[in-house]
């Protein structure tokens, strides 16, 4: 039997989207304690809360009733248009059919030296012993490899920092403008809002401008080239518009760049933090990679320890944490009856911190996915990819980018947390993690791994 509740309001204008933006965590983990479904308040709006992962499977598993849409996705696709991610049920099938092959395994396998290039290039320059900008780091790297998945080489330096900074802009922008949907506010010319505005503005020109070059160029076997060659309607298919290239194209830059890129600043984040974790991976790496070379295709089914570290981030800081449905219909969930139109929320991050299905959730364990440990229950309640057939299309590649990534870094520096550091909430967006994280580093060696790690360790969560 289901438990239904309402959550106390105490902002009867704006709702619990202030408590969403303020202090999001706090309010996630508060709403078990009302039922499996709770009802809160979105500024005018009434939305229901699914906190059980039974109830979560239930909703994605039926897209044609909880469809994309809701305050996220209405604000998103006026970012992304109409594509992968924004796009309803019905138009759903042919755009991932089109898309899918780029990323299945076998595509995913000949990234292998492109992620670990890229990765190499972007520590080469970090001066042992100094700081270094990790969070920028990492959005850089991720940046870089999408690009180049989506583009090939389109994007100079200049520009992929430029696409690296306006995606921050957004991403930012993008939330406060979910949580609080008053749109009134977001008239005003506020400088947070004209931030938001020229990001956006900008990323669209660099995306357009792309797509030109490319049409006045060589074809090149990369997503812009296969949406390019769908625009003739080959094979049988509606051919895409102008737009739809667009669309997609602006979808997978803004997926593939910030996810896996917090996902790596947290992975060093909370292996600094716990020495044995580290030291575990440590020596995989070395027994793996001796000599500290680059990983291959070949040497992903043996970087076990190196899957486990990042499984358990995205378990515990997941970056994807806050997503929503629409109902199509009026219906029923956990015995409620829902109203067509009805907002339904569901978060990750609430489902991997749920004790009844991960133990001590707080505790950040790579061990807990080492092969034959999770339970089916575990399983079906980690899903920082979601579920159902709108489950992440790049979520294997993100396992592979991130396993390689930080194979490659952490197979030549160690990143620990500067003295004084104290792990802070993270800063609410459309993703959660460590925005302007910095760390000091220094190069691996058999000598310094033999010291005892994590000289700043300030906590276990």
Not at 77 to 94: E, F, I, N, S
């Amino acid at each position: 039997m289901w438990r239904t509740g309402t959550a106390p309001g105490i902002f009867p204008l704006l709702g619990h989207g202030i408590a969403l933006y303020r202090r999001p965590l706090a309010f996630l983990n508060s709403l078990p304690a009302y039922g499996d479904l709770v009802e809160i308040r979105l500024g005018p709006q009434r939305a229901w809360m699914v906190c059980h992962p039974e109830l979560t499977h239930e909703v994605l598993m039926d897209p044609h009733t909880f469809d994309k849409g809701g305050p996220l996705y209405d604000r998103l696709g006026k970012l992304m248009g109409d594509g992968l991610v924004t796009c309803r049920q019905a138009a759903h099938r042919d755009k991932r059919r089109l898309l899918q092959p780029r990323f299945r395994p076998s595509h995913v396998a000949a990234c292998t030296e492109l992620v670990t290039e890229e990765a190499a290039s972007v520590c080469d320059a970090w001066p042992t012993g100094r700081t270094v900008p990790v969070t920028e780091a990492m959005m850089t790297l991720t940046t870089r490899v999408i690009s180049r998945v989506l583009l090939s080489d389109a994007l100079d330096d200049a520009t992929t920092a430029e696409v690296r900074d306006c995606l921050t802009d957004v991403v930012r922008g993008l939330f406060v403008r979910t949580v609080v949907p008053i749109d009134g506010l977001f008239r005003l010319p506020t400088p947070a809002n004209r931030r938001y505005r020229n990001a956006l503005s900008r990323l669209h020109a660099i995306i357009d401008t792309a797509i030109a070059e490319r049409r006045r160029g060589a074809g090149r076997d990369d997503v812009l080239g296969t949406l390019l060659a769908a625009t003739r309607g080959d094979g049988g298919a509606a051919a895409l518009t102008d737009q739809d290239v667009h669309d997609h194209l602006i979808t997978l830059l803004l997926t593939g760049v910030e996810a896996p890129a917090l996902c790596l600043a947290d992975a060093f984040s909370l292996l600094a933090r716990h020495p044995e974790a580290e030291r575990r991976l440590h020596a995989e790496l070395d027994a793996v990679l001796p000599g500290g070379r680059r990983p291959g295709p070949d040497d992903l089914p043996h970087l076990v320890h190196t899957r486990c570290v990042v499984s358990e981030t995205l378990r515990h800081s997941s970056p994807g944490w806050l997503f929503t449905r629409v109902a199509t219909r009026e219906t029923e969930l956990a015995g409620c009856r829902l109203p067509e139109g009805a907002t339904v929320l569901y978060s990750p991050y609430l489902l991997h911190h749920d004790p009844s299905s991960f133990p001590d959730p707080g505790r950040f364990d790579p061990a807990r996915w080492l092969p034959g440990r999770p339970t089916a229950a575990q399983r079906r309640a980690m899903m920082p990819f979601s579920a159902g057939n709108r489950k992440c299309l790049g979520d294997e590649f993100t396992m592979v980018e991130t396993t390689l990534a930080l194979a490659t870094l952490a197979g030549r520096w160690r990143l620990r947390h500067v003295p004084g550091y104290v792990a802070q909430p993270p800063r609410p967006a459309i993703t959660l993690g460590p925005r302007a994280l910095v760390m000091a580093c220094e190069a691996r060696s058999r000598a310094s791994d033999s010291r005892t790690a994590g000289d700043h360790v300030v906590g276990n969560t």
